[in-house]
């Protein structure tokens, strides 16, 4: 059973418009998520985070979004640039009493911008 | 080298052969994860080493056995591998001095795309 879904596995956007990428997540346990973004032959890299007492994070022209209640989360780009077009992870990890957690991940949304 | 780096980037084996995947970080981080990523599934995480001590086995088959000698290498050992194991095995580290939050952001490196016969 998938405890982090991203139900759509492409999505394509103009240039310059507003890319959303949702999340939805089933364990309530998760506490902090993140975002990651991958090219072709290369290991995703970390974009944005949010913990779970917050319900907004923006960093330059990406924000994450978070609804607790809905256990759901987006991630905001705007503008749309070329250099966006890649598979987008979402992820989360849930307070295991310290040290280390491994992330749960979604199965990635590939998003493509178009000029 | 910066951040993670893996090696082999290919690799191709037998399911007799024993081959070991090798990981290092150069970031100064204290933990550092396995994952294995098979065509249209999500990253499954497989193994977590925090301070060098395992913390947590994804239920790994034997046939994969990590070791984690110090805070900046970490190695997967492959023996008797079947075809189904064919998949990009990603390595990352994260600084984990605990609980979760930033100091779970992690870092990958490149992966190393294992395709067994």
């Known amino acids: 059973d998938q405890q982090v879904k991203q139900n759509s596995p492409s999505l394509s956007v103009q240039e310059g418009r507003i890319s959303i990428l949702n999340c939805d997540y089933t364990?309530?346990?998760?506490?902090?998520f993140l975002w990651y973004k991958k090219y072709p032959a290369e290991g995703p890299t970390f974009l944005i985070s949010?913990?779970?007492?917050?319900d907004k994070n923006e960093d330059g022209r990406f924000t994450v979004f978070l609804n607790k209640s809905a256990k759901h989360l987006s991630l905001h780009i705007v503008p749309s640039q070329p250099g966006d077009s890649a598979v987008y992870f979402c992820?989360?990890?849930?307070?295991?009493?310290?040290?280390?957690?491994?992330?749960?991940f979604g199965k990635g949304t590939h998003l493509i911008i178009q000029p | 080298e910066t951040g993670v780096t893996q090696t082999p980037r290919h690799l191709v084996m037998g399911m007799t052969n024993k081959k070991s995947l090798k990981c290092e970080q150069h970031?100064?981080?204290?933990?550092m994860y396995w994952y294995k990523q098979s065509a249209k599934k999500p990253l499954e995480l497989m193994f977590v080493?925090?301070?060098?001590?395992?913390?947590e086995n994804n239920s790994v088959p034997s046939r994969f056995s990590p070791e984690c000698p110090n805070s900046s290498h970490l190695f997967l050992h492959l023996h008797t591998l079947q075809p189904e194991d064919s998949a990009l095995y990603l390595c990352?580290?994260?600084?984990?001095?605990?609980?979760?939050?930033?100091?779970?952001?992690?870092?990958f490196g490149p992966g190393t795309r294992l395709t067994v016969l």
């Open positions: 990352a580290s994260s600084p984990a001095v605990g609980g979760t939050g930033p100091y779970n952001e992690q870092f």
């Open positions: 364990n309530s346990m998760f506490d902090y």
């Open positions: 949010i913990s779970s007492i917050k």
């Open positions: 992820a989360a990890s849930a307070y295991s009493g310290g040290g280390a957690d491994g992330l749960t």
């Open positions: 970031l100064g981080h204290n933990a």
């Open positions: 080493y925090n301070f060098k001590e395992q913390t």
